[in-house]
T-cell receptor
Framework: GENVEQHPSTLSVQEGDSAVIKCTYS??????FPWYKQELGKGPQLIID???NVGEKKDQRIAVTLNKTAKHFSLHITETQPEDSAVYFC???????????WGAGTKLIIKP | ETGVTQTPRHLVMGMTNKKSLKCEQH?????MYWYKQSAKKPLELMFV???????ENNSVPSRFSPECPNSSHLFLHLHTLQPEDSALYLC??????????????FGSGTRLTVV
């Protein structure tokens, strides 16, 4: 079936450094790839998304890149800050319906 | 109130109890979802309501029963649950179009513990 693999499961970076989280999807027909951030005690919140007709999208310190040939997409966070500490989820919309296929999440820890 | 609101935030129930989770969205969206979130696992889609009609039920046990009385409210009725049902239950809403939806808004979830 359709699936999304996300790596790493835990990522620890020094404050001010960059963080990269990678996801691979199985369905070549997937056309929409959102990233969500989940802080402790809260539900996931959409932070950035990309559609299959573009290769990169940027919003201040965060960016997402998409490689359709390789079927993977990545989240890049530059100049990390303590408030970036959270669990990040990637997702892909599959062909069978309009619902999202989710990665297992990455716990990002920003060390002071 | 804005966004998606879930109540209660925490719930402890015995295996023979009956309880209900409530979700309300104030965004004017036309689709609502129930997800189950367990530690270190992908979000599991349980139910989808689109225009108040249930359009998806991902092989969820019958001890979970959804109800969507209108486009703003969603309930999840629980009865005779098992300890493995303990998890965070998330409600979400989105605006569906013919080409799909482009972003969910999640509530903060109900942390359910079955004892």
């Amino acid at each position: 079936g359709e699936n999304v693999e996300q790596h790493p499961s835990t990522l620890s970076v020094q404050e001010g450094d960059s963080a990269v989280i990678k996801c691979t999807y199985s369905d070549s027909a997937s056309n929409y790839f959102p990233w969500y951030k989940q802080e402790l005690g809260k539900g996931p919140q959409l932070i950035i998304d990309i559609r299959s007709n573009v290769g990169e999208k940027k919003d201040q310190r965060i960016a997402v890149t998409l490689n359709k040939t390789a079927k993977h997409f990545s989240l890049h966070i530059t100049e990390t800050q303590p408030e970036d500490s959270a669990v990040y989820f990637c997702a892909a919309r599959g062909r069978s319906n309009y619902q999202l296929i989710w990665g297992a999440g990455t716990k990002l820890i920003i060390k002071p | 109130e804005t966004g998606v609101t879930q109540t209660p935030r925490h719930l402890v129930m015995g295996m023979t109890n009956k309880k209900s989770l409530k979700c309300e969205q104030h965004l004017g969206h036309n689709a609502m979802y129930w997800y189950k979130q367990s530690a270190k696992k992908p979000l599991e889609l349980m139910f989808v309501y689109n225009f108040k009609e249930q359009t998806e039920n991902n092989s969820v046990p019958s001890r979970f029963s959804p109800e969507c009385p209108n486009s703003s409210h969603l309930f999840l009725h629980l009865h005779t649950l098992q300890p493995e049902d303990s998890a965070l239950y998330l409600c979400a809403s989105s605006q569906e179009s013919r080409t799909g939806n482009y972003g969910y808004t999640f509530g903060s979830g109900t942390r359910l513990t079955v004892v």
